[in-house]
């Protein structure tokens, strides 16, 4: 009040012209802080905007992976089945024959769910006539794969058919490479003949493929929280769960079999907020395996894998994964595209 009375009789002591002065001073002063206030507060809707618009190109290109990798899953899977450590090169001599005269149809026949022609003739007529097949020498090499030279001769074909044909060979889910080719063309019309020299990639190490669960809430085993199905554009429309706590703390898990010990790894994508750590529980043992993934809890979509190792076991034996622990009351989780394999 004493600030105000003594601001009030100095005012009374300026003249007309002083105060209209002054009312002028303190007017552009206000106008000055409202135009500093303004220019920061658009500053700061700018740097808002420019996050908003990072974060909305993440998740839509997290989408967009995540729409593709079961397809790409399902494409390697396909041909993983065509290799395998285990075969002879008499097994491998004969798939390629099989596979080499499959794609000399006009329609080849479909693979079945192992990879492999039910049947190799059918009736729609050759493309090329059947191959001929030379003896075929197998290498083995240090890096992971062998290799099955063999040569091929194809007779009297018309060129634009052992183009395709080859273009076939090209795309084969058994890793088929044409090294040399060699074409002789008759004098008496446009046929020609072929020899061919072809490589047959076999990876003797081939990653199992992914086992995606723990889709649904009632799968999971609760803890201490609430669990409903969600969904969000980052980690797909289907097969989210959110996870709250439901008190100080929450756990929850999904019972998973395994049936054969070694090393083996969880994936997974996560939207935290708060405190949240994934671990992976061996109930035989009553213990957490080594490795676990502390989540990040900005509220952005993550991915994480964690590898664990488990004690070879006769028969099999259950584990929790992913074994999820909410550390704090605010805690909230949002799970999607869990899966799991064995590592060769």
């Not at 005269?101 to 006009?106: C, D, S």
């Not at 994964?321 to 999607?336: A, H, R, W």
């Amino acid at each position: 009040m004493n600030a105000l009375r003594t601001a009030g009789e100095l005012w009374r002591k300026l003249s007309a012209r002083e105060q209209r002065l002054a009312a002028l001073i303190l007017a552009l002063a206000a106008v000055l802080v409202c135009v500093v206030a303004l220019r920061r507060a658009w500053d700061r809707i700018e740097e808002l905007d420019s996050a908003i618009m990072l974060m909305e190109d993440a998740i839509i290109e997290s989408a967009h992976q995540i729409s593709r990798r079961e397809a790409v899953e399902a494409e390697y899977g396909e041909v993983a089945a065509q290799h395998s450590s285990a075969w002879s090169a008499a097994e491998i001599l004969d798939r390629l024959r099989n596979e080499m005269y499959r794609l000399a149809y006009n329609v080849p026949s479909p693979l079945n769910e192992a990879g492999v022609a039910d049947r190799v003739e059918n009736d729609s007529g050759l493309l090329v006539n059947l191959p001929e097949l030379g003896e075929g020498v197998l290498e083995d090499s240090e890096e992971g794969f062998r290799e099955y030279r063999i040569g091929v001769r194809i007779s009297n074909v018309p060129l634009h058919a052992l183009i395709n044909y080859l273009e076939r060979l090209q795309a084969s889910p058994q890793s088929l490479r044409v090294d040399a080719l060699e074409m002789k063309r008759n004098f008496l019309d446009d046929k020609v003949t072929a020899d061919i020299q072809i490589t047959r990639i076999v990876v003797d190490r081939t990653e199992a493929p992914w086992t995606y669960f723990a889709r649904q809430p009632e799968q999971w085993v609760n803890k201490g929280c609430q669990i409903t199905a969600a969904s969000h554009a980052a980690l797909g429309s289907e097969g989210v769960v959110r996870v709250r706590a439901s008190g100080p703390k929450g756990a929850c898990y999904v019972p998973v079999t395994l049936e054969d010990g070694g090393a083996y790894e969880l994936e997974f994508r996560a939207v935290a907020q708060g405190a949240a750590t994934v671990r992976v529980y061996d109930e035989r043992a009553g213990r957490n395996f080594e490795g676990e993934a502390q989540l990040s809890g900005d509220g952005g979509p993550h991915g994480y894998r964690i590898e664990f190792a488990v004690p070879a076991q006769a028969g099999p034996f259950t584990v929790r994964m992913p074994f999820l622990t909410l550390e704090t009351p605010d805690s909230e989780v949002l799970l999607g595209g869990i899966a799991y394999r064995r590592k060769m």
